[in-house]
């Protein structure tokens, strides 16, 4: 088995998170850390026994062992990070969003099938096994017609006026942040399962905190509720706390989801409810390893994953056996094996989120956002 050489760009919260999946797999070798600083990759790599740091991505680039770059960094570092790496000759996996804008994702989409380069938007939430099994019930014809989907993500890790995180700031992340940045991962979840689009969309989106106070040092994603700093400065705020929408999915359905980070108590609740003539289904990511699945002439059911039970082209997405939970952590490591089984295999149809699921979100983000200004109905434009 070939081994892969990879570079991880970004130290944080998804640098570490990557990086632990990729050791998962057996044939992919974490040969580079880049950072914003000499000494922050430095002590990463130090810390996780990773042969080579730097803070010089240009260089890094340059070694012609290097095989795939996975970006962890801020939001706005995607584009033009993903697009060097393109232009050296890596395959690239990019943590969503994608880039800043649609016309930023387009290019990259263009320049990776010029280049013929494997491309990646980890939009890993697809990867739980119940999750498959749900694609595949829609596949096998087990709901009929898709009648309405609708929804949740909710998180309270923004809540307070002194919480605080890179991803507030539009310079790192972008014009939006709820989203952009959990709203994202739902539509996309709920296109992968239903296999249809969302033509059109109404958005309202809220800051409850137009003002917050930044601690004075750095705040890692999810900790900033363990910090009592003594000072703060106070910066004006123009993303978005909270944000909902209704939405018609394809020809005849319809929606209607929402995205906080000011939900009090809940943690990280990823929620669907997906409808349809025959049975609906409703999953959360808080129990992942459960799947309700309802019927209208019959008593209703939970399923507990067991890939056994799974339908036949769900179960490669599990790697324990009933009983044994399979969570967060061992999606991305399902989203790794299957970009580095198709670097392998040129001819493999790929079966991850590419570039153009990346651009995708970006049309119906940048319809959200025209929605919000406009109090209308926009239609989302390729």
């Given amino acids: 088995m070939k081994t892969y050489r990879a570079a991880i760009v970004g130290t944080g919260f998804m640098g570490r998170t990557h990086l632990e999946a990729l050791r998962r ?8 850390i880049v950072a914003s600083g000499l000494q922050k990759a430095q002590a990463f790599a130090a810390e996780n026994g990773v042969a080579n740091a730097s803070a010089d991505f240009n260089e890094a680039l340059k070694d012609p062992a290097l095989d795939a770059v996975h ?142 106070k930044r601690p004075k040092g750095s705040v890692e994603s999810f900790a900033g509720k363990l910090l009592s700093p003594d000072e703060y400065d106070p910066i004006a705020i123009d993303s978005e706390d909270f944000g909902s929408a209704i939405f018609r999915l394809g020809d005849r359905a319809r929606g209607a989801f929402t995205a906080s980070q000011v939900a009090a108590g809940r943690k990280n609740s990823f929620r669907f409810e997906i409808y349809g003539s025959k049975a609906g289904v409703a999953w959360d990511g808080e129990r992942p390893d459960e799947l309700w699945i309802g019927n209208r002439n019959e008593s209703n059911r939970i399923m507990v994953k067991d ?26 490591k399902q989203v790794f094996r299957r970009f580095y089984a198709a ?40």
């Fill in 71 to 212: 970006i962890c960094t801020p939001n706005a570092l995607h584009f033009p990070t993903a697009r060097a790496a393109l232009l050296a000759g890596k395959h690239v996996l990019c943590e969503k969003p994608l880039a800043m804008s649609s016309a930023e994702g387009q290019e990259l989409v263009v320049l990776s099938a010029e280049r013929n380069l494997r491309n990646c938007t980890c939009h890993n939430l697809r990867y739980y096994p119940v999750v498959q099994h749900i694609r595949r019930m829609r596949e096998d014809g087990d709901l009929g017609d898709i009648l309405v989907a609708q929804g949740t993500y909710s998180q309270d890790w923004l809540l307070y006026d002194t919480d605080w995180n890179w991803r507030i700031e539009p310079k790192l992340n972008g014009p939006s942040r709820v989203m952009a940045d959990i709203g994202s991962h739902w539509c996309d979840m709920i296109e992968h399962l239903t296999g249809l689009r969302i033509q059109s969309i109404c958005a309202d989106l809220q800051t409850f905190h137009p003002v917050r």
């Fill in 307 to 332: 890939p056994s039970l799974l339908k036949p082209a769900a179960r490669s997405y599990a790697d324990y056996p009933g009983g044994h939970s399979e969570g967060y952590d061992d999606t991305f």
């Fill in 25 to 32: 797999l057996g044939n992919v070798e974490v040969s580079t």
């Fill in 343 to 382: 670097i392998a295999d040129p001819s493999a149809k790929p079966e991850y989120p590419q570039f153009s699921d990346g651009l995708r979100q970006m049309h119906i983000l940048e319809a959200e956002l025209e929605s919000n200004r406009r109090h209308a109905w926009v239609d989302i434009h390729e």
